[in-house]
């Protein structure tokens, strides 16, 4: 076992315990129509394999969480950046009320109908015509007080407003209204030099700028054990009740959308599918080719991983 989790460890191990969902197979068999396997070179000098079934299970599978993590971060940047050369933008945290013993279901449900109740009128209500659009972010975590999941939200605000703080104490207010007098919304606004950060914030687990510290593993005092954290107990301690966190997660969270990019910011920034073109190649990123039969016996060997290290290391 690793000092440390690593994407690769954890997928190995959400495979041992759910054998028959899709993270199975995810980077192990051969994707539908291919031969063999490609071992490609990444820009950043790492090797990786190409040719395999993705699952593109952004809750239950390590491996695919962390890719298209970054792959959406990269969006959300690039889109935050041309908005914010003319424009504004605010990052939100909603969260309602939970207790421990409550499943997880319970209170996404919770969860979702508040934000039903808020979204239908607030972002008119409060910046009228200068409302462009927003992208929301579901993340869970599980703490002393039982699941916590939340939503991050990013604003996209048009030119025209003055100053910015009525605005975000306008909407943390209307969230209260909405949840419950205790339950405020932390709104700010998004600054220029802190877009990179804001990206990876919404889309990755517990990375955040100093400035974003708000619910974020990496700033402050956890607000409780994300998914990756759970897997990385159940593996050092084998607790039962670790494992019972992970399938109720699981099942909670299966076809649920981890983001939500509204129509019109979509047509503006042209967001796309973050797993198109997973397995676009260019030729001079080819290391090695494997067959399916040596393929097959890299993997029973349990040298897959091995081999990427080695070849990673080689030039």
Known sequence: MPDAPCPSYLHRLARALMPRERLALCGVALRYGASGVVVRRLPDGRACY????????????????????????????????????????????????????????????????????????????????????????????????????????????????PYLTPVAVALA?????VAGAEWRADVRQVAHDGVAAVARYLTTDGIAGASYEVASPAAKVPAGRSYSDILWDYARYRSSSDAALIYEYAAAL??????????????????????????????????????????????????????LDDLSRSW
């Open 50 to 161: 190409s040719g395999l079934y993705r699952c593109g299970d952004f809750w239950r599978c390590p491996s695919c969480r962390v890719t298209l993590g970054i792959r959406r971060a990269r969006q959300i940047e690039t889109a935050l950046r041309q908005h914010v050369a003319g424009g504004s933008a605010l990052l939100a945290t909603y969260t309602v009320p939970h207790a421990r013993g409550e499943a997880l279901l319970v209170v996404l449900g919770r969860l979702s109908d508040t934000w039903r109740r808020y979204a239908m009128h607030a972002w008119r209500d409060v910046l009228g015509v200068h409302y462009v659009g927003s992208v929301r972010a579901l993340e869970v975590v599980h703490g002393v007080s039982g699941w916590h999941p939340h939503y991050h939200a990013l604003v996209f605000i048009a030119p025209g407003l």
């Open 173 to 177: 207010e209307r969230w209260s209204q």
């Open 254 to 307: 299966h076809g649920v959308h981890h983001l939500t990019v509204s129509p019109r910011l979509r047509r503006l920034y042209d967001f796309t599918d973050p797993a198109s073109g997973w397995d676009e190649i260019a030729d001079e990123d080819v290391l090695a080719l494997l067959n399916g039969a040596e393929w097959l016996s890299i993997l029973n060997a349990g040298e897959e991983r091995n081999l």
